[in-house]
């Protein structure tokens, strides 16, 4: 077997076409995740004891098991409760819709760990301080706390987005034409299999720096005061 390297661009040319596809499923799970991870991430900080036994099982739950078994249980869970509990019909939603709840579940888990070990590292005297100027917790949160955890989590924040990514490959396995699903297809139809995966290897690869760069900046920029020191006068 003889490796075709124009059949590499030629697969590369099929599989960009689904790119905002793979793009949907992985970033837009992550902005929802982001909200519940945050809710998530505060309850279990909190005194609510209830409250804190279900979300830890709930992220116990989402962190210990595989990404593909969430998206078969909300691809054929959710239609059968809809259905069987509230007599609603699911049978004309897109697939990719599950996909994303399914995946959005899993980024809340793992996003509010991440959140929590974040706002775990602000010191208590910043949040004395805070309240010793008047300001309500809401406040202290919005302008004290949660900044400063964004910040330090920015690393762990570009590994899941990475992570997230690289997961989305999975929709094809429910007929999701994100960029492996068109690698996928191509190859069948060809028989190039190594040059389809190649393809989308790079396409996989290239994103992947993309973001790594564009996260390094952010970092670089979001931290640049902290690099300055003390100026003398």
Sequence with gaps: MQLDLSFILTALQSILPALPMTFLIAFVPLL???????????????????????????????????????????YFGMPLIAEEWFDISLNGWPIVIFVIIALTLNAGAFLSEIIRSGIMSITNHQIDAALSLGMTTFQMYRRIILPQAFVAAIPNLTNILIAFLHSSSIAFLVSVKEITGAANIIASSNLKYLESFIAVGIVYWVVTILIEVLANQIEKKLTAHLRQGVVQA
């Design 32 to 74: 929802l995740g982001l909200l519940i991870g945050i809710v998530v991430a505060l309850v279990r900080l909190s005194d609510w004891k209830i409250s804190k036994v279900i979300l830890n099982v709930y992220v116990s739950f989402y962190r210990g098991t595989p990404v593909i078994l969430h998206i078969f249980l909300i």
